[in-house]
């Protein structure tokens, strides 16, 4: 696994600094080159080096979530250039000059943070953060971070460039949230004109736009796809909670099968999956926990009490002289969600019992301000 961050030095002066940084910043390993050594960096677990800095880089970019090089902006642009791969992979990389003046976002600066470590190692060194990314200079939507404070999942990458370039440039966007935190909006300036705001697909269907942010956790169909697709982004906000049921040693393989199959007949993404709910007498069951390890779902379990707190248009008798409550999987969705009903009550295949509600968030144009 990766770790966090390193700190690469090359000077006297940066040395000064980046042996500062790691008394100040946690989970951060130092480089710099030997002839600066002052003979506790063993103590400190410091990395020493001889010759160029190029020859670590490639290992660095391997080993770490974030680099900050304490080097010429110039030298470090062409040092990196060989060995970059891809936005998505590339670590976060800041430059900062030998007196501490700047603290310049060099790579990845929205996905892999860039930008927000240049902020945190100005604020440490007392340097200015430079930031050149259009939509944080322009205090506007940054397509490839959107939603992810709430751990929403781009569907695609695809289009991600060119609406970006749409957003940026004032084109006409539309947001169609249907789903979701609408807590998004998060500059102390109205959202901009050119941004328009709705509910549904339907709504956006007579709105003219050129490019969209779509955030929902149904799929889409063919038409739906194509009109608003073309030039756009697809997000999956994690709003479906999947309540449980289950015979005792019900494999993981049959747990699985019953919730993606439902998923897709109810027309359901699997990534808006938040989590899974239960009885607290299957905390312990495999099949489950092997389920939820395999997605990263939390399970949250509840006693037959908090269970029959929740009224059900079927409570079983059965159900109820096994576990000592009415219903297990559609009282569990409910009350993990904290929705009032359900996206689908309760459907029971071979071994396994699936019921589904949603996340309740506030309407986003309750929320966004203009």
Not at 90 to 118: C, R
Request: net charge neutral; glycine share 6%; hydrophobic share 40%.
């Amino acid at each position: 696994m990766k770790r966090p961050l390193a700190f690469v030095a090359i000077t006297k002066h940066g040395v000064h600094m980046v042996r500062r940084l790691q008394e100040q910043l946690e989970q951060a390993d130092v480089y710099y080159m030997d002839k600066f050594a002052r003979g506790d960096e063993a103590a400190r677990s410091i990395v020493l080096f001889q010759g160029s800095v190029k020859h670590i880089l490639p290992d660095l970019f391997r080993r770490y979530d974030g680099i900050v090089l304490f080097i010429s902006l110039g030298a470090v642009v062409r040092m990196i250039a060989p060995i970059l791969q891809d936005k998505k992979t590339d670590p976060a990389v800041v430059v900062v000059d030998d007196k501490g003046k700047f603290a310049i976002s060099v790579l990845s600066g929205h996905l892999g943070g860039a930008n927000e470590l240049a902020k945190r190692v100005a604020a440490q060194v007392g340097a200015t953060p430079v930031i050149t990314t259009a939509s944080d200079v322009q205090q506007t939507i940054a397509v490839d971070l959107f939603g992810r404070s709430f751990g929403w999942e781009i569907e695609s990458f695809a289009k991600a460039t060119p609406v970006s370039a749409a957003v940026v440039n004032e084109e006409r966007v539309a947001v169609i949230q249907e789903s979701g935190e609408p807590y998004w909006w998060d500059y102390d300036r109205p959202l901009p004109d050119h941004i328009r705001v709705v509910d549904s697909c339907a709504e956006a269907d007579q709105a003219k736009f050129d490019a969209a942010l779509v955030v929902t956790h149904r799929l889409l169909d063919e038409q739906e796809e194509q009109r608003y697709l073309h030039n756009g982004v697809l997000y999956r906000p994690k709003v479906l909670v999947l309540g449980i049921g289950c015979n005792k040693g019900t494999s993981a393989e049959e747990i699985e099968h019953v919730i993606v199959q439902t998923l897709n007949e109810q027309r359901f993404s699997l990534r808006s999956v938040r989590n899974v709910a239960t009885i607290d007498l299957k905390k312990e069951e495999p099949g489950l926990l092997s389920v939820c390890k395999k997605y990263g779902w939390r399970l949250d379990t509840y006693t037959p009490d908090e269970l029959n707190t929740v009224t059900l248009p079927d409570p079983s008798p059965t159900v109820y002289r096994y576990t000592g409550a009415y219903g297990v999987s559609e009282p569990a969705a409910l009350l993990s969600a904290g929705a009032t009903e359900w996206l689908l009550t309760k459907k029971k295949a071979g071994n396994v019992t699936i019921s589904i509600a949603q996340v309740p968030f506030p309407s986003v144009k309750e929320v966004i301000r203009r």
